[in-house]
């Protein structure tokens, strides 16, 4: 739950369906007879080979019509598990309406789990609403746990914190157990992190208002280790008998400590002049209002390089002679390239930006960079997970544009779709009417609206906000704006009077710029106070540096063979095997001219 923890990856629905395997048991009722087909079936559950195990369940259903209904029932369960919610929806559709009646419970369960699997947590409601509480112990921890899932999706954590805390009651083994409370942690760090309303209402349960009241520090200890602990002693002073002291809570007096650990003395190198030097004084800033949240006692002895007063190989080979026992820098791919053959491991580097995929670098050697490139396969990957396959982008011309345009193509290539076609056009121009029209297939008769290509769910558009603000407005002009539009976040910067324009676009970014949790707003609010001189427009370059500082804690126990992530202002950060710092990122969509949180 802290700084340092690493969790899997998983979607919505591949977290319900891991869950539900990890009980040992199937939604629906088991048959009065078992047959060698269904008994290989259920073997191929069992292995994971869930596509395999739906079309066998699927076959079993046609072959035995006393038995249909369960056997599509099993065959849904293993859609969901398999990531096929298409199939999924159809086997469940494929039930007879007399399963309402001759199967309640089972066919409940399975149409609530595959609307959970679609993100539809009033539907899941709905579905589980239409039956009593299971009695058997295995189908009563599995209702409780798609209601809990299901309120939290809906914006209810007060209920689901409840479904959670009911399902302990059906759990009986230890690491079951600790796996709910983890993942009931998540989920009330999420909706804290969305300002969602978690005051227990009167006469809550003790238990439940507990979790309740953890919700706030838990972002605290991920967002911002450095002030965490006095917020978790205060909780663990309200609720000394709570559940969460014996399992979580643990862990993260350990993980305090390790995201606390700091070098004796950090080298920063950064160009401070020259060219380059309003980027490396706000990287520098960012940096140093990290530095600053820090006990002074506690703080290492931090020296600053400036990299253009003096060549890179020298302020690096400087840095190490005075002391330094990590080093942070440089920015530009130039001078991240150039110290790379010179580190040889002996002291950690955290260089800010990557090296190219051909360089080789020591164990010791990371590498952190806000990319476009990266976001812009984040972007397909949303899209894929949409199930929107297939689209247009609109780049501009340029090198930029055609990295991040062959990135985003790459992604959503691997994921299943297709890049249907690409327009390139020239920045600083006003219109784009002649670009929007040829890559949507725009055709208009007088007197009748225009029409566009039917095969596009979607329009992927990278450029500055003055472009995309034109790009999206046009769009809408020319009567493609039932289209959405999916966009990088450079394409976004602050400026409700101008953003209006934007309305409706869809935009991974950062928590820093989008969060509307009140650890994230303390930490911009203390950065603005260090630098109130600071340009809006730089922010995220900011946040680059304040999570520059905080990494460096966690890198050295990365150094130790663990395998660490950050819950920073930048993203949610890990660790990949090639030593690059790797960021997931908030989603959100303009309304009414500013980002409101997905």
Same mark, same amino acid.
């Given at each position: 739950?802290?700084?340092?923890?690493?969790?899997?990856?998983?979607?919505?629905?591949?977290?319900?369906?891991?869950?539900?395997?990890?009980?040992?048991?199937?939604?629906?009722?088991?048959?009065?007879?078992?047959?060698?087909?269904?008994?290989?079936?259920?073997?191929?559950?069992?292995?994971?080979?869930?596509?395999?195990?739906?079309?066998?369940?699927?076959?079993?259903?046609?072959?035995?019509?006393?038995?249909?209904? #369960?056997?599509? %029932?099993?065959? =849904? $369960?293993?859609?969901? @598990?398999?990531?096929?919610? !298409?199939? /999924?929806? &159809?086997? *469940?559709?494929?039930?007879?309406?007399?399963?309402?009646?001759?199967?309640?419970? #089972?066919?409940? %369960?399975?149409? =609530? $789990?595959?609307?959970? @699997?679609?993100?539809?947590? !009033?539907? /899941?409601? &709905?579905? *589980?609403?239409?039956?009593?509480?299971?009695?058997?112990?295995?189908?009563?921890?599995?209702?409780?746990?798609?209601?809990? $899932?299901?309120?939290?999706?809906?914006?209810?954590?007060?209920?689901?914190?409840?479904?959670?805390?009911?399902?302990?009651?059906?759990?009986?083994?230890?690491?079951?157990?600790?796996?709910?409370?983890?993942?009931?942690?998540?989920?009330?760090?999420?909706?804290?992190?969305?300002?969602?309303?978690?005051?227990?209402?009167?006469?809550?349960?003790?238990?439940?208002?507990?979790?309740?009241?953890?919700?706030?520090?838990?972002?605290?200890?991920?967002?911002?280790?450095?002030?965490?602990?006095?917020?978790?002693?205060?909780?663990?002073?309200?609720?000394?008998?709570?559940?969460?002291?014996?399992?979580?809570?643990?862990?993260?007096?350990?993980?305090?400590?390790?995201?606390?650990?700091?070098?004796?003395?950090?080298?920063?190198?950064?160009?401070?002049?020259?060219?380059?030097?309003?980027?490396?004084?706000?990287?520098?800033?960012?940096?140093?209002?990290?530095?600053?949240?820090?006990?002074?006692?506690?703080?290492?002895?931090?020296?600053?390089?400036?990299?253009?007063?003096?060549?890179?190989?020298?302020?690096?080979?400087?840095?190490?002679?005075?002391?330094?026992?990590?080093?942070?820098?440089?920015?530009?791919?130039?001078?991240?390239?150039?110290?790379?053959?010179?580190?040889?491991?002996?002291?950690?580097?955290?260089?800010?930006?990557?090296?190219?995929?051909?360089?080789?670098?020591?164990?010791?050697?990371?590498?952190?960079?806000?990319?476009?490139?990266?976001?812009?396969?984040?972007?397909?990957?949303?899209?894929?997970?949409?199930?929107?396959?297939?689209?247009?982008?609109?780049?501009?011309?340029?090198?930029?544009?055609?990295?991040?345009?062959?990135?985003?193509?790459?992604?959503?290539?691997?994921?299943?779709?297709?890049?249907?076609?690409?327009?390139?056009?020239?920045?600083?121009?006003?219109?784009?009417?002649?670009?929007?029209?040829?890559?949507?297939?725009?055709?208009?008769?007088?007197?009748?609206?225009?029409?566009?290509?039917?095969?596009?769910?979607?329009?992927?558009?990278?450029?500055?906000?003055?472009?995309?603000?034109?790009?999206?407005?046009?769009?809408?002009?020319?009567?493609?704006?039932?289209?959405?539009?999916?966009?990088?976040?450079?394409?976004?910067?602050?400026?409700?009077?101008?953003?209006?324009?934007?309305?409706?676009?869809?935009?991974?970014?950062?928590?820093?710029?989008?969060?509307?949790?009140?650890?994230?707003?303390?930490?911009?609010?203390?950065?603005?106070?260090?630098?109130?001189?600071?340009?809006?427009?730089?922010?995220?370059?900011?946040?680059?540096?304040?999570?520059?500082?905080?990494?460096?804690?966690?890198?050295?126990?990365?150094?130790?063979?663990?395998?660490?992530?950050?819950?920073?202002?930048?993203?949610?950060?890990?660790?990949?095997?090639?030593?690059?710092?790797?960021?997931?990122?908030?989603?959100?969509?303009?309304?009414?001219?500013?980002?409101?949180?997905?």
């Amino acid at each position: 739950m802290a700084a340092i923890s690493r969790r899997p990856r998983l979607t919505l629905c591949a977290m319900v369906i891991l869950s539900l395997l990890a009980a040992a048991c199937t939604l629906v009722k088991p048959l009065e007879t078992s047959t060698d087909r269904q008994a290989h079936a259920a073997k191929l559950a069992g292995e994971g080979k869930h596509v395999d195990a739906a079309r066998a369940y699927a076959e079993l259903a046609a072959a035995a019509p006393a038995d249909h209904d #369960s056997y599509e %029932l099993l065959s =849904a $369960e293993q859609w969901v @598990a398999a990531g096929n919610v !298409a199939e /999924a929806r &159809q086997a *469940l559709a494929a039930v007879s309406p007399d399963a309402r009646t001759k199967l309640p419970t #089972s066919r409940a %369960l399975v149409a =609530a $789990e595959v609307a959970l @699997a679609e993100n539809d947590g !009033a539907r /899941a409601n &709905q579905e *589980l609403d239409s039956i009593a509480v299971p009695t058997a112990p295995d189908l009563a921890q599995n209702y409780w746990y798609i209601r809990g $899932e299901s309120a939290f999706l809906t914006g209810h954590p007060v209920d689901g914190t409840r479904a959670f805390v009911e399902r302990e009651r059906y759990l009986t083994d230890t690491a079951s157990l600790r796996a709910s409370r983890d993942e009931l942690i998540a989920k009330l760090r999420n909706a804290a992190q969305h300002a969602q309303s978690l005051k227990a209402p009167a006469k809550t349960d003790g238990v439940v208002a507990g979790w309740l009241a953890l919700a706030p520090v838990t972002v605290e200890l991920q967002r911002d280790p450095l002030r965490a602990a006095p917020a978790l002693d205060n909780w663990k002073r309200q609720f000394p008998g709570h559940p969460a002291n014996d399992s979580a809570l643990g862990l993260a007096q350990s993980q305090i400590a390790a995201a606390t650990e700091f070098p004796n003395q950090i080298a920063l190198l950064l160009p401070l002049s020259g060219r380059a030097e309003a980027v490396g004084v706000a990287v520098r800033d960012g940096f140093i209002a990290s530095y600053l949240e820090q006990d002074p006692a506690a703080r290492p002895r931090l020296k600053v390089y400036d990299v253009a007063a003096e060549s890179v190989a020298s302020a690096y080979q400087r840095a190490i002679q005075e002391g330094a026992s990590f080093v942070v820098g440089p920015l530009t791919k130039e001078d991240v390239a150039a110290i790379a053959p010179l580190s040889a491991g002996r002291t950690p580097v955290l260089a800010l930006n990557f090296l190219s995929d051909s360089t080789s670098a020591s164990p010791n050697f990371f590498q952190f960079a806000l990319l476009p490139e990266d976001e812009a396969r984040i972007v397909a990957r949303r899209l894929a997970a949409d199930g929107k396959l297939t689209g247009v982008a609109i780049l501009p011309d340029g090198e930029l544009g055609s990295r991040v345009g062959a990135a985003f193509a790459d992604e959503l290539s691997q994921l299943g779709g297709t890049v249907l076609d690409t327009g390139r056009y020239l920045s600083g121009r006003p219109d784009f009417s002649d670009v929007i029209k040829q890559t949507l297939q725009i055709h208009g008769v007088k007197g009748e609206p225009a029409t566009h290509r039917g095969d596009a769910t979607f329009v992927f558009v990278a450029g500055t906000p003055a472009a995309t603000r034109l790009i999206v407005s046009q769009l809408k002009f020319h009567y493609a704006g039932d289209v959405p539009v999916y966009a990088t976040s450079d394409s976004f910067e602050p400026d409700p009077a101008a953003n209006n324009d934007l309305d409706g676009l869809y935009f991974p970014d950062m928590p820093w710029m989008v969060s509307e949790d009140a650890v994230t707003g303390q930490i911009r609010d203390a950065v603005r106070g260090a630098w109130p001189s600071r340009t809006a427009r730089r922010d995220r370059l900011y946040a680059f540096g304040f999570d520059a500082y905080r990494l460096v804690p966690i890198l050295r126990s990365k150094s130790s063979g663990q395998s660490p992530e950050l819950s920073g202002v930048t993203g949610r950060l890990h660790v990949d095997d090639h030593n690059r710092i790797r960021r997931d990122l908030d989603w959100a969509q303009i309304k009414n001219g500013v980002p409101a949180a997905l």
